[in-house]
């Protein structure tokens, strides 16, 4: 019973993410992306493991109230898309700490929407195809976890 309502839930925040992905405004994409500031070099990581900041089930829960905002044009569209793309990152490494070889598949998938968010340019993501292909990989990942947590 607990797992039927538990994934009934899932399916409910799926349902809001698609919803949500068909947000946009009326810009469509054609921003050259050389206005990007380039991206500063990682800190050197320590060889100390640390904890990630959060468990899975928090970070789901913060990538779910992030995908939940909703927009309504370019500009809250910008937002909401940076938003979820910090919280599925949160997400990511959640997963990675707890068992990196059973999430794999929902890694993978957060990963391809970060490199999308890269190649589209993060601060063109207001636009509708831009944040439309963000979305998928990051709705893929939720509905798997749906499924197979």
Do not use: F
């Not at 044009?73 to 910090?86: E, F, R, V, Y």
């Amino acid at each position: 019973m607990e797992r039927m309502r538990r994934v009934g839930m899932w399916a409910s925040a799926v349902a809001v993410v698609v919803a949500v992905a068909g947000c946009g405004g009326g810009d469509d994409g054609g921003g050259s992306g050389k206005d990007q500031k380039p991206s500063a070099s990682s800190p050197a990581k320590s060889s100390a493991p640390t904890k990630p900041a959060a468990t899975v089930d928090e970070a789901l829960d913060a990538y779910q109230r992030a995908a939940a905002a909703g927009c309504t044009d370019a500009s809250s569209c910008q937002d909401q898309m940076t938003a979820k793309l910090k919280a599925a990152k949160d997400l990511r490494v959640a997963l990675s700490a707890e068992d990196r070889a059973a999430y794999a598949e929902p890694i993978r998938l957060i990963k391809q929407a970060e490199r999308l968010a890269d190649h589209y340019g993060r601060n063109n993501l207001g636009a509708k195809g831009n944040s439309l292909a963000v979305n998928q990989p990051l709705q893929q990942a939720v509905s798997w976890l749906a499924v197979n947590r």
